[in-house]
Nanobody, 124 residues
């Protein structure tokens, strides 16, 4: 059974930074593509970033352009999302997700396994 557990969320002031972590377990062998998503109240789930098994990065969010760094440590089975210069508009629940495929897709529908999310709240 594939499981993902996010951590690192919390309350941060505007302009601050947070580093989110995603612990991936359940894959016997390879770690496949892992993506980060977010969902703000009253809005649809939004793709944020994805990192393929070949370490190709993809950033989906125009509003977060230049403020994100996605990385992974396969030995630790961890995926990270560094977020800088946070704005109140970034307030959302952030999810990590994965799929048994090597490459990143274009939307959340391409991912099969999801964590329960971690709340990020940015105050003014």
């Amino acid at each position: 059974e594939v499981q993902l557990v996010e951590s690192g969320g919390g309350l941060v002031q505007a302009g601050g930074s947070l580093s989110l972590s995603c612990k991936v377990s359940g894959f016997t062998t390879a770690i496949y593509a892992v993506g980060w998503f977010r969902q703000a109240p009253g809005k649809e789930r939004e793709s944020v970033s994805c990192l393929s098994s070949t370490f190709t990065t993809r950033y989906y969010s125009d509003s977060m352009q230049g403020r994100l760094t996605i990385s992974r440590d396969n030995a630790k089975k961890m995926v990270y999302l560094q977020m800088d210069s946070l704005k109140r508009e970034d307030t959302a629940i952030y999810y990590c997700a994965t799929v048994d495929y090597y490459y990143c897709g274009n939307s959340a529908t391409d991912f099969d396994y999801w964590g329960q999310g971690t709340q990020v709240t940015v105050s003014s």
